[in-house]
């Protein structure tokens, strides 16, 4: 169990353009989701918290405008890139916080790749 | 701050062999968790081992232990018998909890390959 996809996990669009990533939980609920963002050869950078019926929480310099985060339900969290730019092209990340654990472990998604032409 | 560092950019190891990656940490809570996450060349973040804070037994996973230092702020990862499989990066990490929200810390990671 615990299995977490992204979708689409490749995708290429034209500067200006708007992208949305799905991240789903498979077989669990997950009240919050996370998404990271990781550049070639170094390590994940959390993005925002998502949680299932409220507004996300961003990291500090991550723009909210930008970055549009969507938590419709307790299986679903969406990522929207809105006006892509080439500097936006990087390896986005999700997580899923499962709940009931002793602790609240994410289980992650296969990333997407998005290159902004 | 809180906060991972992982000194060792790079590191390789012969097939067979062991291997140790260095993480220490920085936090002012007391009780916390620790983890090792793999990612190989699939980008598939793997979770390989996790330790509590407030335990004091090191954890182990099969070829997988940790030396879980507290007082240091040390969790360093001893991979024993490496396989070609094990070439991938490592994260170390930990939950930081701050107002009333988790968040995993990462340190910028451990390029790993094991040699045949």
């Known amino acids: 169990g615990a299995v977490v996809s992204q979708h689409p996990s490749r995708v290429i669009c034209k500067s200006g353009t708007s992208v949305k990533i799905e991240c789903r939980s498979l077989?669990?609920?997950?009240?919050?989701m996370f998404w990271y963002r990781q550049f070639p050869k170094q390590s994940l950078m959390l993005m925002a918290t998502?949680?299932?019926?409220?507004?996300?929480?961003?990291e500090q310099g991550v723009e909210k405008d930008k970055f549009l985060i969507n938590h419709a339900s307790l299986t679903l969290s969406t990522l929207t890139v809105t006006s892509a730019h080439p500097e936006d092209s990087s390896f986005y990340i999700c997580?899923?916080?499962?709940?009931?654990?002793?602790?609240?472990?994410?289980?992650f998604g296969p990333g997407t790749r998005l290159t902004v032409l | 701050a809180q906060t991972v560092t992982q000194s060792q950019p790079e590191m390789s190891v012969q097939e067979a062999e062991t291997v140790t990656l260095s993480c220490t940490y920085d936090?002012?809570?007391?009780?916390?968790?620790l983890f090792w996450y793999k990612q190989p060349p699939s980008r598939q973040m793997i979770l390989v081992i996790r330790?509590?804070?407030?335990?004091?037994q090191n954890a182990t996973e099969n070829r997988f232990s940790v030396n879980f230092q507290k007082a240091a702020k040390s969790f360093s990862l001893k991979i024993s018998d490496s396989q070609l499989g094990d070439t991938a990066m490592y994260f170390c990490?930990?939950?930081?909890?701050?107002?009333?929200?988790?968040?995993?810390?990462f340190g910028k990671g451990t390029k790993l390959t094991v040699n045949p």
């Open positions: 997580s899923a916080r499962r709940t009931g654990l002793a602790y609240n472990e994410q289980f």
């Open positions: 077989d669990f609920q997950a009240t919050t």
């Open positions: 998502s949680n299932e019926g409220s507004k996300a929480t961003y």
């Open positions: 936090t002012s809570e007391s009780n916390y968790y």
């Open positions: 330790q509590e804070a407030y335990k004091q």
């Open positions: 990490a930990f939950i930081l909890t701050q107002g009333g929200s988790e968040k995993l810390v």
